[in-house]
């Protein structure tokens, strides 16, 4: 069982950068894919990015790549989503996942254990 609670989210500029990060419970915590999703309103769930438990293979979405960056710290049971150049259409709710495979990374069905989220607001 892994419990996740995200933080860092908040209201920024358009240009501007956020980190966003996700702690996680349980000792077996390196041995879990990460990923984040996001959501805006009145949309699905969508996929941003997801790294693999050996932190060997990182998945990105089109939308983000080349603005956002994953990382994880496993000493610190804790991943991170470093996003620079945001844009309005970055705004949503942002998730954390975590699953014991990583395959599918793209679909949330892939993904076992979901933090509450943190919001993201870009103004333009």
């Known amino acids: 069982q892994v419990q996740l609670v995200e933080s860092g989210g908040g209201l920024v500029q358009a240009g501007g950068s956020l980190r966003l990060s996700c702690a996680a419970s349980?000792?077996?915590?390196?041995?879990?894919?990460m990923g984040w999703f996001r959501q805006a309103p009145g949309k699905e769930r969508e996929f941003v990015v997801a790294l693999s438990w050996t932190g060997g293979s990182t998945y990105y979405a089109d939308s983000v790549r080349g603005r956002f960056t994953m990382s994880r710290d496993n000493a610190k049971n804790t991943v991170y989503l470093l996003m620079n150049s945001l844009k309005p259409e970055d705004t949503a709710v942002y998730y954390c996942?975590?699953?014991?495979?990583?395959?599918?990374?793209?679909?949330?069905?892939?993904?076992?254990?979901w933090g509450q989220g943190t919001q993201v607001t870009v103004s333009s």
């Open positions: 349980g000792r077996t915590f390196s041995s879990y894919s």
């Open positions: 996942a975590a699953a014991t495979a990583f395959r599918r990374v793209e679909s949330s069905s892939s993904w076992s254990y």
